[in-house]
Nanobody, 115 residues
Framework: QVQLVESGGGLVQAGGSLRLSCAASRSIFPLSVMGWYRQAPGKQRESVASITRGGSTDYADSVKGRFTISRDNAKNTMYLQMNSLKPEDTAVYYC?????????WGQGTQVTVSS
């Protein structure tokens, strides 16, 4: 398994930006897919963005053009740059890593966007 630790969440006003980080306990290079998910109160966890080992990315329609996912294999870290934040982006954000029989989750980081 791989341990994942998210950081970078916080309180921001609508229109602001945050950068989330997901630090892994081991090399992420072999991992097929890494992604960010979020869960708002009373709602199911949903996929926000994902990135493959080759660098291909995918985004939820609700964040396209505002969020950017990236990974730095040398630092064993994945990022989520969030711009033009909206109150509906408020949620706990989780990172996920899959591959080589691994499916690991971080503990989550709270993002709160005030109107």
């Amino acid at each position: 398994q791989v341990q994942l630790v998210e950081s970078g969440g916080g309180l921001v006003q609508a229109g602001g930006s945050l950068r989330l980080s997901c630090a892994a306990s081991r090399s992420i290079f072999p991992l097929s897919v890494m992604g960010w998910y979020r869960q708002a109160p009373g709602k199911q966890r949903e996929s926000v963005a994902s990135i493959t080992r080759g660098g291909s990315t995918d985004y939820a329609d609700s964040v396209k053009g505002r969020f950017t996912i990236s990974r730095d294999n040398a630092k064993n870290t994945m990022y989520l740059q969030m711009n033009s934040l909206k109150p509906e982006d408020t949620a706990v954000y989780y990172c996920n890593a899959q591959g080589l029989g691994i499916n690991s989750w971080g503990q989550g980081t709270q993002v709160t966007v005030s109107s």
